[in-house]
């Protein structure tokens, strides 16, 4: 991507409230590298509830907690204790944030088809793991929590971006 000062598309995000900006800035990187919408996409904004209520159902104790859905940040997150977790990438471990998308994407199984992407700042989008990790790869600074989310709802890998990890959930079988 182009240095972010000189570009247009940031000037315009600048004037928007704080949740669009890395709105704006993915939809400046799917068309900068013609990523192709079938495989990466903002899911239905129609939708965004019912993704987002399901992960919440699925994966935090909302018995023991105040259901906050938004923002989605890893600290504010209460996950049930009934799943299994694992630490498996750190910024601190890598120093390079390429590398640690790769230790990331390297979780992923082949076989998890598309995935969702949930931004801590509420938005959603529905993609294949190549392309949602070649859109996190040019992010720029406006990136904070993210989950990667299975489709069948069964794990998620959510980036804390105070801790800089990430950390993979997933049900006991």
Known sequence: MDDWKSTAWQERALQKPVRYWIRDEIEEIIKEEK??????????????????????????????????????THNHMHIRKDLHSIGIAGVLQTCNWTEYLHKIRTEIPESAGKCFLILSEGWVYEGCPEEIFQVLNETDGWLDDFIILSNRFDWFIIHDDIAECAILYYKKI
């Open 35 to 72: 990523i192709d919408r079938k495989k990466f996409h903002e899911y239905s904004k129609f939708n965004y509830d019912k993704i987002i209520r399901k992960f919440y159902y699925t994966f935090c104790d909302y018995q023991n907690f105040t259901p906050s859905v938004i923002p989605l």
